[in-house]
C-alpha cells in the first residue's frame, strides 16, 4: 500500500509520518478521518481568505527596479539607478510590462498585494481539494472489506457461464 500523498504534508507546515499498513480496523481509518478534519480546517481558513477580499485588486507582479534616464551627469550614470515601479502582466502568454508612475505606486503596490494574497490562497484551496479526495480515497480504501472474505474458500468455484443463442422468431 501506498503512503498517500495527503498524509505525507499536512498542517501547518508540519509532517506526519504514518506507519500504513493495510488498515481495516477503526484505528487506522481514524487517522484517515483526523486528517480530513484538519484539512477541512484549513479549507475553511482560505475559504474564508477569499470570501473577505472585497476588491479592487490589480492583477500582475509589481516591481521596484533600477533604471537610466540618459543624461551624461546623471548619477544614473555613475551606477545609482532611479528606481522606477512596473507592473507585469500576463496577456494572452505574453508578458507586458507597465510603467506605474509615482503618484499611483504605493496604491498598486496595496492592490497588488491583495491580489498576490488571493492567488495564494486559492491555490492553497486547490491543492487541499486534491489532499482531501486523496484522504476520502485512502478512508475508503481503509473501511471496504472484501466479500465474500479471501479466508473463505469455496469448494465449487464457479464456472464461467456461457452465452445463450438468442434464436431468430421464425416468420
Known sequence: ??????????????????????????????????????TEEQRT???QALLDERGPVVRGTFRFQGGRCGNPRCKCSRGELHEKAALYVSDQGKL??????VTDRERVQQLN??????????????KLGRKTLELADSLQ??????????????KNPEKPRRKRRREEPSS
Open 113 to 126: 498585494h491583495r491580489y498576490q494574497h488571493f492567488r495564494k490562497a486559492r491555490a492553497a484551496l486547490a
Open 1 to 38: 500500500m501506498q503512503i498517500p500523498q495527503a498524509l505525507k504534508a499536512i498542517g501547518n507546515g508540519y509532517k506526519y509520518s504514518i506507519s500504513l499498513y493495510p488498515m481495516k480496523d477503526a484505528r487506522g481509518s481514524s487517522r484517515f478521518r483526523q486528517a480530513l478534519r484538519q
Open 45 to 47: 481558513q482560505h475559504v
Open 141 to 154: 480504501e481503509a473501511l471496504t472489506e472484501p466479500y465474500p472474505p479471501p479466508d473463505r474458500t469455496t
Open 96 to 101: 507586458r510590462c507597465t510603467y506605474v508612475p
